[in-house]
């Protein structure tokens, strides 16, 4: 069946730098990978998404990158700060569905 | 604001009792979506309604059941709980415009947290 995996499972890194997620999906049908960021005891919201059509979206200091060949796509942050330590969820459409697989999640912590 | 709200929050009940975790929204979305969290496997998708009329089966949709009683609500059960089902659930929403292109955004509830002892 269809899956994403995530790595890392947690980051650390130090105010100011920067932090990468990383996810791979199976189903070359997928069209949609969206980023949703989970806060401690909230609810996940959407941070950023792509579409299979495009290979780079950019939103201030985040990013995601797409490469459709190898079937990864990529969050970046940069200039990391104390709240954007959260968990980090990429996912990917089923297909050109509105069903979606998410990864198992990144735990960032960003240390002041 | 327009949003999605579960209840109960938090519900500890015994291995073998009848569980209704229950989903309002006020956005006027059409898609709606039960989804399990659990520590290190992510969110899991176990029911999806894109209509009233349309229930179809997630991931996990074993020992769980849906209902869709109307446009603004989504029922999850659990007929007869037992302990691996104790976990973090969300309901979520998403918006499907006819003729248009879809944001493809979810929104999700505040979540209900389940205990089963």
């Known amino acids: 069946g269809e899956n994403v995996e995530q790595h890392p499972s947690t980051l650390s890194v130090q105010e100011g730098d920067s932090a990468v997620i990383k996810c791979t999906y199976s189903?070359?049908?997928?069209?949609?990978f969206p980023w949703y960021k989970q806060e401690l005891g909230k609810r996940p919201q959407l941070i950023i998404d792509?579409?299979?059509?495009?290979g780079e979206k950019k939103d201030q200091r985040i990013a995601v990158t797409l490469n459709k060949t190898a079937k990864h796509f990529s969050l970046h942050i940069t200039e990391t700060q104390p709240e954007d330590s959260a968990v980090y969820f990429c996912a990917a459409s089923i297909g050109g569905t509105y069903k979606y697989i998410f990864g198992t999640g990144t735990r960032l912590k960003v240390l002041a | 604001d327009a949003d999605v709200t579960q209840t109960p929050r938090n519900r500890i009940t015994k291995t073998g009792k009848r569980i209704m975790l229950e989903c309002s929204q006020t956005?006027?979305?059409?898609?709606m979506y039960w989804y399990r969290q659990d520590p290190g496997l992510g969110l899991r998708l176990i029911y999806y309604s894109f209509d009233v009329k349309d229930i179809n089966k997630g991931e996990i949709s074993d020992g769980y059941s849906v209902s869709r009683q109307a446009q603004a609500k989504f029922s999850l059960s659990l007929e007869s709980a037992i302990p691996n089902q104790t976990a973090l659930y969300f309901c979520a929403t998403s918006d499907l415009r006819r003729g248009r292109t879809s944001t493809g955004e979810l929104f999700f509830g505040e979540g209900s947290r389940l205990t089963v002892l």
């Open positions: 189903d070359s049908a997928s069209n949609y």
């Open positions: 792509i579409r299979s059509n495009v």
């Open positions: 956005k006027g979305h059409d898609r």
